[in-house]
């Protein structure tokens, strides 16, 4: 779990320092590793197109940013027919108070939510924590 919110907290700076890009896709070579998504080669290769496009996703962690504390997203829930397959569950960050950026995890709609929820929060409080 450490390794896991040091690379987000990681990634997260490099994100703010070095790119203009408003969405970094880390780790999206581990759904190959799901069963449940890599059984259907078409819906995952959808949801790649997706993680191309990138406007979709933004429109996901605009969503989240407009919830405070952790946002869960299973399947249709998240109004794009992409993600109809996967869940995502997002926390937004803060810079001095000021909501700055989400960090999120997309995996199976049967993935371990007991796990993901607190890592995800807890990455995001770090990151808060670190960027003020």
């Not at 203009?20 to 290769?45: M, P, Q, T, W, Y």
Request: a negative charge; aromatic letters at 4%; charged letters at 25%.
């Amino acid at each position: 779990m450490t390794g896991l919110m040091n690379a987000a907290i990681e990634i997260g700076n490099d994100a703010l320092q070095e790119s203009s890009e408003a969405v970094v896709i880390a780790g999206e070579h581990r759904l190959f590793d799901v069963r449940d998504l890599s059984d259907n080669l078409s819906s995952l290769k959808s949801l790649f197109e997706l993680f191309e496009r990138k406007s979709k996703l933004l429109q996901l962690m605009e969503l989240s940013r407009q919830a405070h504390g952790v946002k869960i997203f299973i399947g249709g829930e998240s109004d794009e027919t992409m993600l109809k397959e996967v869940s995502v569950v997002t926390a937004p960050y803060e810079m001095e108070g000021k909501i700055v950026g989400t960090v999120g995890v997309i995996g199976p709609r049967r993935m371990a939510y007991e796990r993901i929820i607190p890592i995800v929060d807890i990455t995001a409080r770090l990151l808060s924590s670190n960027l003020s």
